[in-house]
């Protein structure tokens, strides 16, 4: 792994435990707190995980597409599994622009759709941000996302740590944390 790099996970280390860890400490069903360990686990050991190669997928191709498996979290309904799939179409070694679909299920029954912007910080680390509309309850909610997420490449495969928070006019706001499985194609 890059040294320089070696700071910056320390640091996204210390975010995913400052932001996560309140969220563990309340009451939680059993899966979301297994995500959440997940989550902080992964991140700790994960740079024995990162691959030494400074050739990253986007260069063999520029379409990614990912799976992601989360929590999502609102004062009023609590915790949510959730599911989304994200695609993203990487322009330059900065920029990606994209679409994510999710959908929450439990307490919160939501389907949410961004049009994103992944702004490549460094080779792993990524700030997603976008605008997009939430149907819950019978309405449509205009949302506006701004996440953080750490990309590994493992064989082939990308395994990223997320954390987004997700603004609604009028409506609770909503974190979601979660781990994508992706790859190039």
Not at 14 to 31: A, D, G, N
Not at 142 to 151: Q, S
Not at 161 to 181: F, K, M, R, S, T
Request: proline share 3%.
């Amino acid at each position: 792994m890059n040294k320089s790099i070696i700071p910056l996970h320390c640091g996204l280390t210390r975010l995913f435990k400052l932001i996560l860890v309140p969220l563990f400490r309340r009451p939680r069903s059993f899966l979301s707190r297994s995500l959440c360990l997940c989550i902080i686990g992964y991140t700790v050991i994960g740079n024995a995980a990162v691959a030494e190669d400074s050739h990253h997928h986007w260069q063999q191709s520029p379409h990614h597409l990912s799976v992601l498996a989360a929590t999502t979290y609102t004062d009023s309904h609590g915790n949510a599994f959730t599911l989304g799939i994200d695609y993203e179409y990487r322009i330059n070694d900065f920029l990606g622009v994209g679409v994510v679909a999710e959908y929450a299920f439990g307490e919160l029954d939501a389907y949410t759709y961004l049009a994103v912007a992944d702004l490549h910080i460094t080779n792993s680390f990524i700030a997603q941000v976008g605008p997009g509309v939430e149907f819950f309850e019978g309405e449509e909610i205009a949302v506006a996302r701004l996440g953080l997420l750490y990309e590994f490449e493992i064989s082939g495969f990308t395994l990223s740590p997320q954390l987004h928070y997700d603004y609604h006019h009028n409506h609770d706001d909503a974190i979601v944390a979660g781990l994508a499985i992706g790859i190039a194609f």
